[in-house]
C-alpha cells in the first residue's frame, strides 16, 4: 500500500507537459522542423490548486447519489448501520448524535464491524453505534479547502481510507478512492490534451 502511494504521489506531481518535449523528439527525425514549436500552455487548474470541494463537487454530479455522506445515529445499533453501508455500497457512515443533523459524534466503518463485533463475539443487533465508533475527537478531518495531495497523505500516514469534511459542521464525507480517481482523472485529462495538442487540435 505504502509503495502504490509513493508511486501515486510521484505521478500526481509529475508535469504531463513532458510528454510534448519527449513526443517532439520522437517524431523530429520524419519532417523539416528543426526547433520544437511552443509548447502547449500550463493547466487552467494544477493538483496544487484542487481542493476537496473539487473532490465533493465530482460526488454531487455522479448520479449515483445526492449526498456525498450517509449517516447514522449513535443510539442506533450497529446491525442497522452495516445494513445501511450494504444498501449504499459503502464502507463508512457519519455518526450524527441523537437530534442533531449536522452536529458530528464520529465515524463507523465496516473496519469497526469486523473486529469490534464480530471479532469480539459480540452481538450487532444489541450493540450500539456509539460503542464501536472512532469518536469525535480522535478523528482525521479536512476542510474543503484542503489540498487533494495533502488529504491522501494523511490517510496514508494514519492508515484510513475515509475521511468527513468539516466546515465548521459536517459538510461530506470523502475516501481514498475518491481522491485517487480525482488525481487519476485530471492527469489523464491533461495527457488528453497534450495529444489533442500533439495532432494538431491547438495553433
Sequence with gaps: MKAFMRG??????EDPRKMWNQKWKESAGFGCVTSPPSPPP?????????????VLMIKDTDGAKVETWISCRT???VFDAVKNMAKHNIGSLVVLKPGDQ????GIVTERD?????IGAGRSSKV?????VMTDESKLVTVSTGTNIIKAMQLMSE??????PVI?????????????????????????KRLNQFIKGDYY
Design 113 to 117: 464491524y469486523m473486529k469490534k463485533i
Design 75 to 77: 443510539n442506533d445499533t
Design 158 to 163: 494514519n492508515q484510513i481510507r475515509h475521511v
Design 8 to 13: 501515486l504521489l510521484a505521478r500526481a506531481y
Design 42 to 54: 500550463p493547466p487552467e487548474k494544477g493538483l496544487e490548486n484542487l481542493t476537496v470541494a473539487d
Design 102 to 105: 449536522q452536529c458530528i459524534a
Design 127 to 131: 450493540t450500539r453505534v456509539g460503542e
Design 167 to 191: 466546515d465548521g459542521k459536517i459538510v461530506g464525507m470523502i475516501s481514498m478512492v475518491d481522491v485517487v480517481r480525482a488525481i487519476l482523472d485530471h492527469q489523464n485529462g491533461e495527457v
